[in-house]
């Protein structure tokens, strides 16, 4: 028997969650909010954080009816994300993980999306797009790592969608994304606006009027493409975009007529939180990896197929 | 719980600011130290910093081009120690090896 607590913030999200053998023990979780029109700076972001992360820690032990010594490891996010953030959690995850002599493990952000993906909806090998405010990749497991097949080329389209809910003032909470989704619900007009995909790629800068359509046809197109050169009958969408129905429901349709499975999370676990920070450590820990305290500084850019995969075969 | 000196200046032109800070056992000085001590300064250049532990006394030694960069840097650490101060007591002591 593991146990895992996994620590998260390397966004306006703060999560803390602890992971028994594939059981969420426990998930609490708190979002930095700010008013319409703004967006979230990492100074004000870490200082939210600060300010609820031991809360939110004894919360989750509580919550699971644990105590430290009935952890066995201690995982946060290493990276990537914003610097003042990361660095507010890792303070917490490393002292903790000392006090209670536990071992420590830096989990990547993208990563820690996906172990969560794999366990939620027990896909076997599929195709992940993960899209969220601040990354967008389609990524294919090879050989001990994850390969990242294709990416935006400038920003992520979850970020692309939160600057048009700041540009027309939309409500942030309980997030940007929710809001522009329930509003695009009750739109019947559709508007014909440049498509820029390019070949595994994408780009969404410079194209901050676009609706949600267009953003998500790109999507599904790059995932397609890297099934077919995978020969996947698999999807998996992960990251806090993920939650939107409209962009699953046309991922679904796109899997119906190739005979493909789609699969996805609620917003429990396609929203940043700490329990697939555990997962993903979990999984690292039982395939013997530890990070050393003196490796254990955070990284603003982390890219996924930095890592090695070395609980998979 | 810290004891501060102000700036001087000893004649290599940086700017120089040490800070103290004594925890009740050695033990925990090395674990706020091992926790303050992986990342890197955000900024590049123009600013240094060095923790050691002696005794159960925790020593930040800076050393910047200008006081602008020192304060930014200094104040970023005082936060992160009180951090680290407020998660010891919550879930402190550190448990016998």
Redesign the interface.
């Known amino acids: 028997m593991t146990v895992v607590l996994g620590f998260e913030g390397s966004a306006n999200k703060i999560g803390v969650g602890i992971i028994r053998d594939g059981e969420v023990l426990s998930n609490p979780r708190r979002t930095y909010i700010t008013p319409p029109g703004q967006g979230f700076l990492p100074s004000d972001t870490a200082r939210h954080h600060?300010a609820v992360?031991?809360t939110v820690?004894?919360e989750a032990l509580e919550q699971a009816g644990l105590k430290?010594?009935d952890i066995d490891c201690v995982a946060y996010t290493k990276g990537p994300g914003m610097?003042?953030p990361l660095?507010?959690v890792?303070?917490?995850a490393?002292?903790?993980a000392?006090?209670?002599?536990k071992p420590l493990l830096g989990v990547n952000h993208c990563i820690g999306h996906i172990e969560m993906g794999r366990l939620i909806t027990n896909a076997n090998n599929p195709t992940v797009l993960y899209v969220s405010g601040g990354n967008t990749q389609v990524i294919a497991y090879s050989e001990r790592r994850y390969r990242i097949f294709g990416e935006t080329i400038d920003i992520a389209v979850g970020n692309c969608l939160d600057r048009f809910a700041r540009v027309i003032k939309i409500s942030n909470d309980p997030s940007p994304g929710y809001n522009i989704e329930q509003m695009a619900k009750k739109g019947s007009q559709y508007v014909e606006l440049p498509y820029t995909v390019k070949g595994m790629d994408v780009s969404f800068s410079g194209i901050l009027s676009y609706i949600e359509e267009t953003l998500f046809s790109m999507l599904v197109e790059i995932t397609e493409r890297a099934m077919a050169h995978c020969g996947s009958q698999e999807v998996l969408i992960v990251g806090g975009v993920g939650c939107n129905l409209r962009l699953q429901e046309m991922m679904g349709v796109m899997c119906k007529e190739r005979g493909a499975k789609l699969f996805a999370t609620d917003e429990r676990f396609c929203i940043d939180n700490g329990a697939m920070i555990a997962q993903a450590g979990w999984e690292m820990f039982r395939s013997g990896q530890v990070t050393e305290?003196?490796?254990?500084?955070?990284t603003q850019r982390y890219r996924t197929d930095e890592v090695e995969v070395t609980w998979r075969d | 719980m810290a004891a501060l000196e102000s700036e001087t200046n000893n004649g290599t032109g940086k700017l120089e600011f040490s800070l103290d800070v004594p925890f009740p056992s050695s033990r925990e000085a090395i674990?706020?130290l091992?926790?303050?001590?992986?990342?890197?300064e955000?900024r590049k250049g123009g600013i240094s910093k060095q923790l050691t532990v002696s005794g159960s006394t925790l020593s930040v030694r800076w050393s910047a081009d200008e006081a602008r960069i020192l304060r930014v840097s200094v104040n970023s650490f005082l936060?992160?120690l009180s951090?680290?101060l407020?998660?010891?007591e919550?879930?402190?002591?550190?448990?016998s090896?």
Do not use: Y
């Open positions: 600060r992360i031991l820690l004894k430290p010594a610097g003042a660095v507010t890792a303070l917490v490393r002292t903790v000392q006090l209670w002599g305290l003196e490796d254990s500084w955070i | 674990i706020a091992q926790s303050l001590s992986p990342d890197r955000p936060d992160h951090l680290v407020e998660t010891m919550m879930f402190g002591p550190p448990v090896q």
